[in-house]
């Protein structure tokens, strides 16, 4: 077995094992629960799991079930995978069963183990999320023995598959290291599934330092495993090695676009020409993805005699209706869904020149596209813009895509007054991110620009988070708007917000300068109502209300200070208690 066996283990012997001083008594409860774990397994395995409840109650079963019993029942049920489950299931629902980690993992190490992943999955995804790898990965394992690798190898896979599905790579790279500790094998297609969300990610160097881990040990790639790399190499600005690949003599169509997309928005046409040959003397058809490439970076490059070829090209080929008339919405759509967004640019402009409306989801289409290419964002504010004169609704995930984006930019007055538009619209999706931005308008003293969209945002009645409230309200005390403070607030309470500690500490002090003792102990509940107190802000409480003669006030603070534990130190004790004098 794995590591040192623990008294709460159930691998360990003495786990099931009952305590006390009478040797004949320990000897006659094993006897009893080896009887009933025989019994059990037997109705289990030769009835019908409808029978199981009946057939059970003599047995006293639902009394006596613990998780030891559960785990022995297992252990001898295990080489019936479709029966176990059933009996998981079966307990969780009649005897009320709650199983911990280490009986789920064990199920789900006995299903997967069986390639029964259709059953052994829901259950991996119930805990992966709750359970950090290091705790999941020695429940899931059986042993180092070489008989049980096969079946370590299949879940171990199963488990990178899961982390994979829920976009969780550094989890998938966590496992894929102990298993490595461990000398178990993974499968070819588990470190490709790893391989393609690495590059999707844009996790470039990590997919790099793993796939040279994959080669050191020993794991054969396959079609799929070079198509991933091709698709690093295109992102990681690297596309002329994809050459190497078919030096290789391994070719795929979605290779042969890769390396065609990089020459042409490059501007290299000729290459990307003679790549266009070399598949097609291959055998394999070129797609729209690998016309619109060079169509896109034509565009984008602006070489006009090589744009009509590729549109004569496409109409040859079917891609393109000769009279595009009524299919503009369509072809900007599959343009927008392939990236290539110069090209998109070609057909709208064409629309608007033959004054032809496009479809408001072409619209959304074209700026999702435009949102996914950086060196673009100025293109897509104009589009907005347009979009907004239109007065087209865009998707709640395009909105929420745009504000990511631009909160990510340097503030500036553009984006504020879009930010600002987007919330008025009763649209806010991303409360870190447009928090952040606030708190980097406030870094750099754009205190009214910062004010515009934090009040349209409590306005709507959305909540940021306690720190960028804290650094509006800062700033209110500190310009002596006490007024605007409470204010804003009196809105956060009513949302169930609240400030950071730092900014109520700052609130209290401000407000006993401007004698608003009763607005500051109506601040100071609110505080211990949320949790958000520390032995500064006991501090202010007692210094301030001893400053206005509210001795008895400040003594129950000052108790209530002493309570929790948050005296301050000598001198500053010494120094606060003196205002009772």
């Not at 969780?168 to 094998?185: F, N, P, T």
Request: positive net charge.
């Amino acid at each position: 077995m794995l590591g040192n066996q623990r008294p709460g283990d159930p691998a360990n012997p003495n786990y099931f094992t009952t305590s006390g001083r009478n040797p004949t008594r320990n000897w006659r409860n094993r006897i009893n629960q080896t009887q009933l774990v025989s019994q059990a397994s037997t109705v289990l395995l030769q009835r019908h799991s409808k029978l199981w409840a009946p057939l059970l109650k003599p047995l006293k079963f639902s009394s006596n079930f613990t998780p030891s019993l559960f785990y022995q029942i297992l252990n001898r049920i295990q080489t019936h995978p479709k029966i176990c489950f059933s009996f998981f299931n079966w307990a969780q629902k009649t005897l009320d069963f709650n199983p911990e980690i280490g009986d789920r993992c064990r199920i789900i190490r006995i299903l997967l183990g069986s390639e029964l992943s259709v059953l052994g999955k829901p259950i991996l995804d119930s805990i992966v999320q709750d359970y950090p790898p290091a705790k999941i990965f020695p429940l899931l394992i059986q042993s180092r023995k070489a008989v049980d690798f096969q079946n370590n190898s299949l879940v171990m896979n199963s488990v990178i598959e899961c982390y994979c599905s829920k976009q969780m790579y550094l989890q998938s790279l966590e496992v894929c290291q102990m298993a490595k500790d461990y000398r178990i094998g993974l499968s070819v297609d588990s470190c490709n599934t790893l391989l393609n969300l690495l590059g999707h990610k844009n996790e470039l160097k990590l997919a790099w330092c793993y796939y040279a881990s994959i080669i050191r040990n020993g794991v054969s790639g396959n079609r799929f495993t070079w198509s991933s790399i091709a698709r690093i190499l295109h992102k990681d600005g690297k596309f002329e090695r994809i050459s190497k690949v078919f030096d290789m003599g391994i070719f795929t169509p979605e290779m042969f676009d890769l390396i065609i997309d990089g020459h042409s928005k490059r501007g290299d046409f000729e290459a990307a020409f003679d790549y266009l040959n070399t598949m097609c003397s291959k055998e394999i058809e070129p797609s729209f993805s690998t016309y619109s490439s060079i169509l896109n970076g034509a565009c984008k490059h602006q070489d006009g005699e090589i744009i009509e070829n590729m549109l004569s090209l496409m109409v040859e080929k079917g891609h393109i209706a000769e009279t595009p008339v009524c299919d503009y919405d369509s072809i900007i759509k599959k343009l927008c869904n392939e990236g290539k967004t110069f090209a998109v640019d070609l057909f709208s402009e064409r629309a608007y020149e033959e004054k032809i409306e496009l479809q408001h989801g072409t619209y959304e289409c074209m700026l999702v596209a435009l949102l996914s290419e950086e060196s673009r964002l100025e293109d897509a504010i104009k589009l907005y813009n347009i979009v907004r004169e239109k007065n087209i609704l865009l998707s709640e995930s395009c909105y929420s895509e745009f504000v990511m984006i631009l909160c990510k930019e340097n503030p500036s007055r553009e984006i504020t007054n879009l930010l600002v538009d987007i919330t008025k619209r009763g649209f806010f999706f991303q409360p870190k991110e447009l928090s952040g931005y606030i708190i980097k308008q406030c870094a750099e003293g754009r205190w009214r620009e910062a004010e515009e969209i934090f009040n349209a945002v409590l306005n709507k009645g959305f909540l940021l988070d306690s720190v960028c409230c804290g650094s509006i309200v800062k700033r209110h005390c500190s310009s002596g708007q006490i007024g605007k403070a409470i204010v804003v607030h009196n809105k956060l309470e009513e949302l169930k917000g609240s400030l950071d500690i730092a900014a109520y500490n700052k609130l209290l002090a401000a407000l006993f300068r401007d004698n608003r003792a009763e607005q500051t102990i109506k601040v100071f509940d609110y505080m211990k109502t949320c949790k958000i107190f520390d032995g500064e802000s006991f501090s202010h409480m007692i210094s301030g209300l001893c400053r206005v003669k509210e001795l008895r006030k400040a003594m129950r603070f000052h108790d209530e200070m002493l309570e929790l534990g948050l005296k301050p130190d000598r001198r500053t004790y010494k120094r606060l208690i003196s205002g009772f004098g």
